[in-house]
């Protein structure tokens, strides 16, 4: 099974070192714990003890916080650590992708669905993506088909983890991670193993 992340820390207290940070971490926490379509500036200035205009100084508006979580959740990927820890070849580069595509799955069963869901031109998203494709370019394949590679990896991990961790929140609201663990991860592993013998055989 995939070791989980640690979880983002939630502030203690805002009053007085209201950030942009700080309010992506409470919303973030509000997420896992209600929901994103619960999510409102509204109750993450009340989370915050502090009035709904001070985080107009830090975010513009909803749309504004939710990029900003999806760009935490791509900083909590680590994808360039992530690439550097799997070697040289393409199938323990991209094996070591998904499975950390799974953890940040593990770690925010909630909010993960906003990074598979974020627009893949968002200026976060596609530097993440690119990041991707350009260490895959340097592996012997071209541009074209590294972005095939990804676009097919990724497809399988956020379509494959929305589907598998959303159902489960009902079931162990408690622990959604929990039984997303002992219920997907074997599936998961499968999965990987079958897109890359797809790969192969028509790369």
Not at 81 to 99: H, M, N, Y
Not at 128 to 143: C, K, N, P, Q, R
Not at 159 to 169: D, E, K, N, W, Y
Not at 176 to 190: F, K, R
Request: hydrophobic share 50%; net charge negative.
């Amino acid at each position: 099974m995939a070791n989980s992340q640690a979880p983002t820390q939630r502030p203690t207290s805002a009053r007085g070192t209201l950030t942009r940070d700080v309010i992506v971490t409470t919303a973030i926490s509000r997420i896992e714990a209600e929901g994103a379509d619960r999510l409102t500036m509204r109750a993450v200035a009340a989370e915050l003890d502090c009035a709904v205009m001070s985080l107009y100084t830090h975010v513009k508006n909803r749309d504004d916080l939710i990029a900003g979580v999806v760009a935490r959740l791509i900083a909590e990927l680590n994808i360039p650590a992530v690439i550097q820890s799997a070697g040289g070849d393409w199938e323990t580069v991209t094996t070591a992708v998904l499975r950390a595509y799974f953890n940040l799955a593990l770690t925010f069963p909630r909010s993960f669905a906003l990074l598979a869901l974020a627009p893949a031109d968002a200026d976060h998203v596609t530097e993440h993506l690119d990041s991707i494709v350009t260490h895959l370019a340097t592996l012997g394949f071209t541009e074209e088909r590294a972005r095939i590679i990804l676009d097919t990896a990724d497809a399988f991990a956020t379509g494959f983890l929305i589907v598998r961790a959303q159902p489960s929140l009902p079931r162990r609201a408690n622990n959604p991670a929990e039984d997303l663990a002992e219920s997907a991860w074997p599936a998961y592993e499968a999965g990987i193993e079958i897109l890359l013998a797809g790969i192969r055989a028509r790369m």
